[in-house]
């Protein structure tokens, strides 16, 4: 299984763009690459997925590289709504039900 | 609106008794999921189900029982024999097809156990 590092923590300012690096030395053939983001007291929402290279979205940008034994998020001019935990989750659909959260990277947006 | 319902939100064990958290989605999900959350840290898998009548053991079965007797519900008691049930708990669901990777889980809104 693909145990990722993450930082325990990050502070930011809002208007600033916030770069988040997963590391997941382990990664295998199968394995996909997915963000979430945690606010307190609600579950985890989908945030992006890839497997190689970049997807952007409306809210993210995932940026992997060619060996993709990391990933960074990339958030774009964080407001202090994005002030929750975000976490790094790495697995396939042939382990489905093994891939493992970490203990995620608390950003905190500051005005 | 499709998604996932956990009930109740808050929910109070008394020492020796069982309790039943429920989770129901109606976003025609095969896979379903559940985990612990303790403050300050991460989610540890419990149980996991890819369809209906077979379900997996996950990080912490122990003291846990599910069932998945239907696609759309996922039960998870929470026996005597957990020692330390009091914790965040969530319940998931994801699309699962053989030949498409890592769909995405949807997540509902929890379930708070706490010991009295």
């Known amino acids: 299984l693909a145990k990722t590092t993450q930082p325990i923590s990050m502070d930011s300012y809002e208007g600033q763009e916030v770069n988040i690096t997963c590391s997941h030395n382990?990664?295998?053939?199968?394995?996909?690459i997915t963000w979430y983001q945690q606010f307190p007291s609600q579950g985890p929402r989908f945030i992006i997925q890839?497997?190689?290279t970049k997807v952007t979205n409306e809210v993210a940008s995932l940026f992997i590289p060619a060996d993709r034994k990391s990933s960074t998020l990339s958030l774009p001019r964080v407001s202090l709504s994005d002030t929750a935990v975000y976490y790094c989750?790495?697995?396939?659909?042939?382990?489905?039900?093994?891939?493992?959260f970490g203990d995620g990277t608390t950003l905190t947006v500051k005005p | 609106d499709g998604g996932i319902t956990q009930s109740p939100k808050y929910l109070f064990r008394k020492e020796g008794q069982n309790v039943t958290l429920s989770c129901e989605q109606n976003?025609?999900?095969?896979?379903m999921y559940w985990y612990r959350q303790d403050p300050g840290q991460g989610l540890r898998l419990i149980y996991y189900?890819?369809?209906?009548?077979?379900?997996q053991k996950g990080d912490i079965a122990e003291g846990y029982s599910v069932s998945r007797e239907k696609k759309e519900s996922f039960p998870l008691t929470v026996t005597s024999a957990q020692k330390n049930p009091t914790a965040f708990y969530l319940c998931?669901?994801?699309?699962?097809?053989?030949?498409?990777?890592?769909?995405?889980?949807?997540f509902g809104d929890g379930t708070r156990l706490s010991i009295l």
């Open positions: 976003l025609n999900h095969d896979a």
């Open positions: 382990n990664i295998a053939t199968n394995d996909y």
């Open positions: 189900s890819q369809i209906v009548n077979d379900f």
């Open positions: 998931a669901s994801s699309i699962q097809r053989g030949w498409d990777s890592n769909q995405p889980q949807h």
């Open positions: 890839g497997y190689k």
């Open positions: 989750l790495v697995g396939a659909h042939t382990n489905a039900g093994k891939s493992t």
